[in-house]
């Protein structure tokens, strides 16, 4: 069998070598248009393959399932289907649109049924998240926060390094790219001043991240290793964790951010496959001390993604304000999971891990404003001549990600959104 | 027209002085039985009334909704048609309950067809919980374990009485009354060890807290007032928000609780409207400093609650270790909701927003072990000769809790869980 990886793999639709989706990715999404409700997709070069569309012509008939889940408005059903369910549409689909093979391609017309251009759709959260984690897993990143928010001897509390330290999010507020973001409000209070007072967040920043998203239960009271843990994962998003630092300062202490985070968050509508990156496995790097057993997780765990931040004032150019690569996490994603089922925390199909603002060793490689500002105290200067802080009303953020090997790349396309100004009640 | 919580009312149903479900409360929850699959009932006396079966005999008919969402497993679809829908459905049944209504009591066929005793019913989860939050609102409770966890100087951080300080927890593991719990595992450290060990927690604790329900949504970006708040809450249930103490002291710093908490909370089965609680409105505690007016609250916000924990070693009787009043809660529910879309966060039907634990100012009124041993230093000694430090195998925890004013008594039942020996992975 020919593997959906091969990088000599080609498509009879022509993909552009700058394509984040060749025919090696086929990521899976929700799209619309308005002939065609909400629906599971795959991203093909400039396109996107309708599964409904092949579902009610058979394409599938020999996979043990029923292909009716592809008319559904999020994916979590699909998923729920399993692994070898998930392994094998993404197999028939690589089959399909290889240049050899003319079950569509030799059909203009349902070539026309079946692909939509991603310019004509709209892209729809990609799943209906039951349970949110957001972890806090690079170590430059801890350092960073930890040094401003408290001091830099004591940036790296004791636990971090044996623990992926983490916390639950609001799911509620999780949006998908290219919804508008409101400025949060909230009660914050300078260092200057005796009381709080209440009104828009002057500090609002993003946090740049890569999600995981499940795809298998565990049950109540169970656990799961490092090991077992790659299995429960579907595929990776980017993620937009949005933060008000001037709200995050005053609330955080004793139970950690609250409203700082829950205003919104935001993720890429194409969700890549863990097979589809399994080319990109790279080995995390040494964790010292040693993990104990049951984090313990030898090989490669970690996965190479160039990632960047772009910043679009309103009206103006974006402009690339970070870039930095996500196999530089300390903890892996199978650490993460595995640390979440640890105290018998069952896993749903569906929830999404995000892994904490991804930050390299160079300040150009900071995953934030907060960070590569200095909280403020140097000011970033953008082409078009002004200067930020934090993040203004009507600028707005994009996040790429792709891999790269032997020619192939792997992309992510992006997670974009603008900020709008806070809602006057 | 004569109101649903008229102390006056009585039932053709003879319901026990002692019972929480006299003819004024009339709680939704879900239940099944052999013959019946999970479905919406109301709790009246020993029995639950079956809405299903009302439903198709058209009793409803004059309310302006789809009946068929008695028939769900969850109580979303019929919380989410609104308060209007609610409050009449539950008008009507009281009036079908009330002893001069002879709709029901005058067949003796259909009593036997929608009316089910409860110890041959199986009680359900009665929402999905798309999100939870967990508030940290009992002055006592705060104090005592800022005391605890830092120092007596510093128990009470600086923001804790300018908002209601709260986190997100993890929806994925409330559990029904009468689940079993396992015991978690966890990384834990000993203060005299250089390193951390994973094992099964030494220090499991209770939280006695009380929940509410909401049964309306906002849209992201925007925010609603304490005096609007009410309007969203559809009823309140009682909370065990188990905890690993020891967990919970290591890993806590800087993002708060996470696996300490996520192994499980247990929610009582009956959803106490907010309509039945309405002749228990009292004043709160005096807040001081005055909250910022998007946190103002005035008139009676709070309910006057009676609550009691029992602990029932294994074969032995139950015995009571704490009681306390939900009235002393330093923030009302209002407030917490108002505060948790302040900054835009969107709420939504089903949510589940804890008390945080409710202790009282005496020592036999904290709501934990941890306060009520004082981290162990104090064992409760039980009627069986034993002590118990914390919470051990085997060991069930019982909540009850009830209002009770002008000889009505409108009650919530119980929350109880047995606690399992930790699985062996």
């Given at each position: 069998?020919?593997?959906a ?25 929700i799209?619309s ?9 795959v991203?093909?070069?400039e396109?996107i ?28 059903d ?7 369910v ?13 240049n ?15 692909l ?10 990609p ?5 949110y984690?957001?972890?806090y ?26 623990l ?20 949060p409000?909230?009660q ?25 998203i ?8 169970q ?6 843990a ?33 205003f ?27 993990p ?5 997780a ?9 990632l ?5 004032p ?14 530089h ?26 892994s ?20 403020g ?7 078009d001549?002004?200067e ?13 990600g792709?891999?790269e ?9 992006e997670?974009r ?9």
């Amino acid at each position: 069998m020919i593997r959906a990886n091969d990088p000599h793999l080609h498509s009879w639709i022509e993909i552009a070598p700058e394509s984040d989706f060749p025919i090696q990715n086929l990521p899976f999404g929700i799209f619309s248009t308005p002939d065609r409700d909400p629906r599971v997709g795959v991203a093909i070069g400039e396109y996107i393959l309708d599964l409904c569309v092949l579902g009610r012509h058979n394409f599938f008939e020999l996979i043990d399932f029923d292909p009716n889940v592809f008319h559904r408005p999020v994916l979590n059903d699909f998923i729920a289907m399993g692994k070898p369910v998930w392994r094998a549409v993404r197999n028939r689909v690589s089959e399909l649109l290889r240049n050899n093979n003319e079950e569509i391609s030799g059909d203009s017309e349902l070539i026309r049924e079946c692909l939509v251009l991603q310019s004509e759709a709209t892209m729809h959260m990609p799943v209906k998240v039951p349970n949110y984690t957001d972890f806090y897993s690079s170590l430059e990143h801890a350092t960073n926060v930890g040094t401003m928010f408290r001091d830099p001897e004591t940036a790296l509390l004791p636990n971090w390094k044996h623990l992926p330290v983490g916390y639950h999010g609001r799911a509620s507020s999780i949006v998908v790219s290219g919804t508008p973001i409101h400025r949060p409000k909230g009660q914050t209070k300078a260092a200057d001043q005796d009381t709080p007072t209440f009104g828009p967040s002057q500090q609002l920043d993003f946090e740049l991240e890569v999600a995981f998203i499940t795809g298998k239960e565990t049950p109540l009271g169970q656990s799961i290793t490092p090991y077992e843990a790659e299995e429960y994962i579907f595929g990776l998003v980017l993620f937009n964790d949005w933060s008000a630092r001037d709200i995050q300062t005053w609330e955080y202490v004793p139970l950690g951010p609250f409203l700082a985070k829950s205003f919104a968050s935001s993720v890429s509508p194409w969700v890549v496959t863990l097979d589809a990156l399994e080319p990109f496995r790279v080995k995390g790097p040494e964790q010292i001390p040693k993990p104990l057993p049951n984090l313990e997780a030898l090989g490669n765990r970690n996965y190479d993604i160039h990632l960047e931040v772009l910043l679009q004032p309103q009206h103006k150019a974006a402009s690339t304000i970070s870039h930095t690569n996500f196999k530089h996490m300390y903890w892996s994603m199978a650490q993460q999971l595995a640390h979440q089922s640890s105290n018998g925390c069952n896993i749903m199909v569906g929830d999404l891990y995000a892994s904490g603002t991804v930050s390299g060793a160079r300040q150009e490689a900071y995953g934030s404003m907060l960070e590569l500002t200095w909280r403020g105290t140097q000011p970033l200067q953008l082409p078009d001549g002004s200067e930020r802080q934090f993040i203004q009303d009507y600028d707005t953020v994009i996040m790429r990600g792709h891999c790269e090997l032997n020619g192939i790349r792997v992309g992510f396309g992006e997670v974009r959104g603008q900020v709008l100004p806070a809602i006057q009640h």
